[in-house]
């Protein structure tokens, strides 16, 4: 059995892994992880992440620093504080069984601030409330892997993207499988009926009026109940086309339909 919280779990480690190299940019990654934080982190590397930036600016939740705004001070610091918020908050759903991530929010006015920030930087969430909690959330293969790459979590953009990839090739193995067995079970149908038309032009004493090549085309069918048209054509002496089999099954089954009215007159 897979471990359902082991994909979100290596996501974030990856993210921890990619510390930003400017010190604004750390900054506003460590403001996100403190606005958001969650108890439990604390013996996960989200938590190792989170002392470790502490140390490095001695930040603390009651410095005074209030406005979201004063943390951005550069183009890349909006991208580093949502990836803090996602480091405390977030969480993504394992590709193979969906392609979801959620951000839950502690009230309506923080869900409004991200989302706005999410949009500024081309990642536009849905909103929804579960259990009265906000939650923003995207859903669907490419939004997911977007919101990934733009965090800076490549290796798991690229794990959903395999995962997309493999359940794309397996459900085109599985249309295919299911077309063949269709086709199959039409041809196996279509046999049956051909043999049904036979018997009955024999038993009405028709068969013997048919052209030659009728005749043949017929006994073969007989005889031959599981072939193909392209196997028929080519048990013929001398051999015939697909098309050609096609065309003498039709005049038989044309042959059967006006014997079966003639009698039922």
Same mark, same amino acid.
């Given at each position: 059995?897979?471990?359902?919280?082991?994909?979100?779990?290596?996501?974030?480690?990856?993210?921890?892994?990619?510390?930003?190299?400017?010190?604004?940019?750390?900054?506003?990654?460590?403001?996100?992880?403190?606005?958001?934080?969650?108890?439990?982190?604390?013996?996960?590397?989200?938590?190792?992440?989170?002392?470790?930036?502490?140390?490095?600016?001695?930040?603390?939740?009651?410095?005074?620093?209030?406005?979201?705004?004063?943390?951005?001070?550069?183009?890349n610091c909006r991208r580093s504080f949502l990836r803090g918020v996602f480091l405390a908050?977030?969480?993504?759903?394992?590709?193979?069984?969906?392609?979801?991530?959620?951000?839950?929010?502690?009230?309506?006015?923080?869900?409004?601030?991200?989302?706005?920030?999410?949009?500024?930087?081309?990642?536009?969430?849905?909103?929804?409330?579960?259990?009265?909690?906000?939650?923003?959330?995207?859903?669907?293969? $490419?939004?997911?892997? =977007?919101?990934?790459?733009?965090?800076? *979590?490549? %290796? !798991? /953009?690229?794990?959903?993207?395999?995962?997309?990839?493999?359940?794309?090739?397996?459900?085109?193995?599985?249309? $295919?499988?299911?077309? =063949?067995?269709?086709?199959?079970?039409? *041809?196996? %149908? !279509? /046999?049956?009926?051909?043999?049904?038309?036979?018997?009955?032009?024999?038993?009405?004493?028709?068969?013997?009026?048919?052209?030659?090549?009728?005749?043949?085309?017929?006994?073969?069918?007989?005889?031959?109940?599981?072939?193909?048209?392209?196997?028929?054509?080519?048990?013929?002496?001398?051999?015939?086309?697909?098309?050609?089999?096609?065309?003498?099954?039709?005049?038989?089954?044309?042959?059967?339909?006006?014997?079966?009215?003639?009698?039922?007159?």
């Amino acid at each position: 059995m897979r471990d359902t919280e082991s994909f979100s779990r290596r996501t974030k480690e990856e993210l921890c892994g990619n510390i930003p190299r400017s010190a604004c940019c750390r900054r506003a990654e460590l403001y996100g992880l403190l606005l958001f934080r969650q108890p439990q982190q604390d013996n996960t590397a989200v938590g190792a992440l989170g002392e470790k930036l502490e140390r490095e600016f001695s930040r603390k939740s009651d410095d005074g620093i209030e406005r979201i705004a004063d943390m951005l001070q550069c183009e890349n610091c909006r991208r580093s504080f949502l990836r803090g918020v996602f480091l405390a908050c977030g969480n993504v759903s394992d590709p193979v069984s969906a392609y979801q991530a959620d951000i839950p929010m502690p009230d309506g006015e923080s869900a409004a601030d991200v989302e706005a920030l999410l949009c500024e930087e081309g990642l536009p969430p849905r909103r929804t409330v579960r259990r009265e909690i906000p939650v923003l959330y995207y859903k669907g293969n $490419e939004q997911v892997s =977007d919101l990934l790459v733009a965090l800076g *979590a490549q %290796n !798991a /953009a690229f794990a959903l993207m395999n995962e997309t990839i493999r359940k794309e090739l397996r459900n085109r193995a599985n249309r $295919e499988r299911n077309c =063949d067995a269709a086709n199959i079970h039409k *041809a196996v %149908n !279509a /046999a049956n009926e051909q043999i049904r038309q036979i018997a009955f032009l024999r038993q009405c004493g028709r068969f013997s009026a048919m052209p030659d090549e009728l005749q043949q085309t017929a006994e073969l069918r007989e005889a031959h109940p599981e072939a193909t048209l392209l196997m028929l054509a080519q048990l013929h002496n001398p051999p015939i086309t697909k098309s050609g089999v096609v065309h003498r099954l039709q005049k038989i089954g044309r042959l059967a339909k006006e014997a079966q009215e003639q009698t039922e007159v």
